[in-house]
């Protein structure tokens, strides 16, 4: 018998020493251990999200609805910004230190009395894998009547992949990320992606790059699912406001219907719209248009084009997809001042592209780098050396964080805009410095 865990802190450094990934673990392993846990959860209507940007925001915008039909769902999401237990939302709320201990305590005793099928093969769970035992665990003692998960990576293999039984599944806009595990190119990405499609499922998705859609559209037919796209003409009329948007989505039955989004920034339409159309799917008569609305209006997901400060925004965007898409809603905010932005990324994404495009913007005065503290973090050093080529901006390095975010901030005129961009981890490290007691 391993050493007891009894808090929440030594479980989190317990979960902090497990592999991200751990390569000999098979779906079907993964299938047997959460039928080991006594298939929890499967009462749950389980809405199943992947995609490469986009996905949190879909859910967040999902459960936001349901809580305003009110009706019980939990989201499993990833990764979180500060603390572990955000990944745990039920009813909009995070999971106590108490019960994620307890969830915790669960999974890791049933580890403890593997089956013969699992003791055999030496089966050993990772980090993502463990967190979604957690999830469906806290699922199914909390009673919820829906489950909204987020893939981690890809979603064939992702471990929130082992449900079988789905109400519906969502794909959100794919792009180039993490291409060592799913493909080089577009096509091969989506069908990793599509795998977490099932017969007779409806999936909803957007149809904004042909080949995407397609080999969505293709893996639907194969396997019998039904498939539900939101083309580009079915948003319009999109008016940027300072800390709203406003749009038009077309509805069956309804026509167009407008929606507000309080997060200002243009990708953010599609998200919803996404989350609106599946909710429109499941024919739930709680889930009218009022409550829609009022549930999409409501929709907060930290992060993502969030002003954490006057005229200061923070946003996870953190491959070329994600970068292009946040210099768009850039470009439609007003600014009577200077733009000036605060960037890091780590070093195993495509960084130099999204340099060259941060830098040819043309959209900012000033360009602010600093050193992440994660281990795959790009060096100062080479961030620097990423913008220093280009010219029509003013180029700082910062060694420490916390001075970075001073200066930037302390030295903005009203009219001025700040941005910090580049990873999800900047966005928490970030998040944890306003978070952090000052005692000046």
Known sequence: MQDQIGDYEEAVRYLDGLPKFYEKSRMENTVRFLAHLGNPAQNCKIIHVAG????????????????????SAGMFSSPHLVSLRERFRVNGEMVTKEEFADVFRFVREKLETLPQELSQVSYRTYFNEFLFFMAMVLFER??????????????RLDATNAVSDKKLCVITSIGYDHMEYLGDTLWQIAAEKAGILRRGVPVVYPVRQKEVACQIEECASRIGAETIPLPKWAIKEIKIRHKTIDFSLHLNYYG???????????????????AVLALTRLADERITVPVLQAGIRKTVWEGRMEEILPSVYLDGAHNIDGIRAFLETVRSHPCGGQR??????????EYRVMTEAVALSGLFDEIGVVQLKDKRALPLMELEDSYRQYTGFICRAYADLDAAFQELVQDKDDEDMVYIVGSLYLAGEIKALLRRPRHD
């Open 340 to 349: 000036k932005l605060l960037y890091s990324v780590v070093r195993d994404k």
């Open 52 to 71: 490469t940007n986009g996905k949190g925001s879909v859910c967040a915008y999902l459960c936001s609805v349901l809580q305003e039909a009110k009706i």
């Open 256 to 274: 167009y219907i407008g929606f507000t989004v309080s997060m200002p920034a243009i990708y953010q339409t599609e998200n919803a719209s996404l």
């Open 142 to 155: 909390r009673g919820l009547e829906y489950a909204v998960l987020e893939t981690g990576l890809g979603g």
